[in-house]
């Protein structure tokens, strides 16, 4: 299963989602920077390309950058090369979230994991992750650690079910309700993931030995489609729709909408 997801971000431009989706960038990091220490050693656990590594980088943290990925590894080096900031970064690791062996034991301030929660279907395998995590950061170290939730998927596939095969019949949505498993019947697209209860989030997190500190939607605004967003960039008011998204984000009862959640933590 790892072999098809790394085929999958081999060809698919993580780089430019988080482009073409700004919003969800932004929120995660208005939080990040809200609880990130002043400076410090950081880990970017699962970092794709490596977008929020250079933008720690930038704002002088020293960042370590790991992926499953090797094509994304290299990305992000020639990223950091390109804008001048490979003084600030330790190392470029391809890496396994479930084993960071090559890493020390409380090494860290702070780290990212915005990814691989979403491909650990088995739950030792999300427990091996959250617990390497754990062991590279520092007590008292802060985890930014991104989620999908199950109940948007539900949804998703309600509203577009030819894009989400085989959830393009009740039964197969819902058995995925139960199980939060998701292997998608064409090949090439985002397959091999796992959505969790939101309720579920936090026990899971602290039963791993983390104190929670906020649970957020990185993307409620998902919701709003191109012409939404046209309407309020034509009225100037996008700075403003922004600030309340942000704003809200930690509402508890819109946290089903969004396509990402951030879990913030500190190591016990």
């Not at 929020?52 to 960042?63: D, F, Q, R, T």
């Not at 396994?96 to 929660?117: I, K, T, V, W, Y």
């Not at 012409?227 to 996008?238: A, P, Q």
Request: charged share 25%; with cysteine; aromatic share 12%.
């Amino acid at each position: 299963m790892m072999s098809e997801i790394i085929k999958y971000y081999n060809q698919f431009d993580e780089w430019g989602r988080l482009d073409r989706e700004p919003i969800e960038f932004q929120v995660n990091w208005h939080y990040i920077k809200k609880y990130m220490p002043k400076t410090g050693d950081v880990l970017d656990n699962g970092a794709g390309p490596g977008k929020y590594s250079m933008k720690l980088a930038k704002e002088g943290y020293n960042v370590t950058l790991a992926d499953l990925t090797p094509r994304l590894v290299d990305i992000a080096r020639s990223k950091a090369i390109d804008l001048n900031l490979t003084h600030k970064f330790k190392d470029f690791l391809v890496a396994d979230a479930r084993e960071l062996s090559m890493l020390e034991d409380e090494q860290f301030d702070a780290s990212l994991m915005l990814g691989p929660m979403y491909h650990l279907q088995e739950e030792k395998n999300r427990i091996k992750a959250v617990n390497e995590l754990r062991r590279v950061i520092k007590k008292g170290g802060l985890i930014f650690v991104a989620f999908m939730p199950r109940i948007r998927h539900i949804f998703n596939s309600l509203l577009f079910p030819e894009n989400w095969k085989p959830n393009n019949n009740m039964e197969t949505i819902n058995q995925f309700s139960k199980t939060g498993c998701f292997n998608h019947s064409d090949e090439g697209r985002f397959t091999g993931a796992y959505y969790f209860n939101i309720e579920e989030i936090k026990p899971f997190m602290e039963s791993q030995g983390f104190d929670s500190l906020e649970l957020l939607g990185s993307n409620v605004a998902a919701i709003l489609n191109k012409n939404s967003w046209d309407y309020w960039k034509d009225k100037g008011e996008e700075e403003n729709v922004m600030k309340l998204i942000i704003d809200h984000a930690t509402d508890p009862y819109i946290l089903g909408i969004s396509t990402h959640l951030l879990y913030i933590g500190r190591k016990k």
